[in-house]
Each structure stands twice: as C-alpha cells, then as structure tokens.
C-alpha cells in the first residue's frame, strides 16, 4: 500500500520564530502558522476560520527561517506531518502534531514593521547574501508531463525529414515517367509518329 505524507500551508506567522540548537549543533526553529479559511454560509453570511499549525525547521532553513521571518509575516510552506509523543512530569500521556519544515518561500519582501525583508532590495539583498530559499515544485509548475517519444517514433521522424528522402522521386513519379524517362518526352514521341 503507498503511503504519502505531503502538506502545503500558506499562512502568516502567529509569533517570532524560536531559534534552539540540538546538542549536535542541529538548529531548530519553531514557529506557529495561522491558515485562514473563508467561506459564506447557506444564508449568505461571511464566515472565517482559523487554524492554528505548530512547525518546526531544522539545519540551513531553521537559521534562514529564523533570520528574516517575524509575527505577522506571511510564508508558504511545504513539508511532513510528525506526531511527537511524551509522557509529562505527572506522568499523563501528551502528544501533538507538527509540521516538520522541508522547503519554505517567502511570500512578501517587508516584514511586519515596514522594514525590507529580503529579496530583491531587502536586507539580504544589501548585505549581499542570497537568501537560500528553494523553488516550488517542478511538477506543478510545468504541468502535466508527456512520456519521451518512442525510439521507434523518433527513427521515422527522422528518416521523413533527411534531405536525401526529399531528392528521391516519389513512387507515382516515377511509375508515371516509366523506363523511357519523362512521361511528357513519350507523349511528344508519340504524337510525332
């Protein structure tokens, strides 16, 4: 059976990210992600949720992440569900769910307060660092694929189109002129005897 753990969230942030680093030096950023949900009712009336989604970056993007994002800012993320179990210091039983980070973009270049963010003119920009944020998804981005042509297929494409097919007479061409040479030089022979 296929398994797939795949989530796409677009929100603002519902707090500045916490930046903490693992014993190995790991960084790990933790944040919280606000993703509204708008609709209208069976009577016409507005409605709005929200939903309020822990995640957690770690390495590179947690040092990025935590470096130009603040409350309020908004960012589309990509990444896996995790279910973290412990047990507490009274000793119930806790669990949560996150979203373990794997590519982010930035979807603004101010920050909350009106400052540049970074990109094009921002202060990762002026700094004249690049700010390592990955791309979306390829395969949404071009669509649907179309298989590689067939080695067969490409074969007889290619032999249509070589110049020496268009030199050669065709078959009506050449069952027309017949073995004396041109059909319109044996119709003048013919009328001349």
Not at 46 to 63: H, L
Not at 175 to 188: D, I, L, Y
Request: hydrophobic share 30%; charged share 25%; with cysteine.
């Amino acid at each position: 059976m296929a398994n797939l753990n795949k989530v796409f969230l677009m929100g603002n942030l519902t707090r500045d990210p916490q930046l903490s680093y693992l014993p190995s030096q790991t960084p790990v950023c933790e944040m919280g992600l606000a993703v509204n949900r708008r609709w209208h009712s069976p009577d016409g009336q507005p409605k709005e949720e929200v939903t309020f989604v822990d995640c957690v970056a770690y390495g590179r993007p947690a040092e990025t992440l935590s470096k130009y994002l603040r409350k309020g800012r908004p960012v589309f993320l990509e990444g896996r569900l995790k279910l973290d179990q412990w047990e507490a210091q009274d000793g119930s039983k806790r669990s949560r769910m996150r979203v373990v980070i794997e590519n982010f973009q930035f979807i603004d270049s101010r920050g909350a307060s009106g400052a540049p963010g970074p990109g094009p003119g921002g202060e990762g920009a002026e700094a004249g660092h690049d700010v390592p944020s990955r791309p979306a998804p390829r395969a949404a981005a071009r669509g649907p694929r179309r298989p590689p042509p067939s080695p067969r297929s490409a074969r007889s494409s290619a032999w249509r189109s070589s110049p020496a097919r268009s030199r050669r007479p065709s078959a009506r061409a050449t069952a027309r002129e017949g073995p004396a040479g041109s059909a319109t030089a044996s119709r003048a022979s013919r009328g001349r005897s």
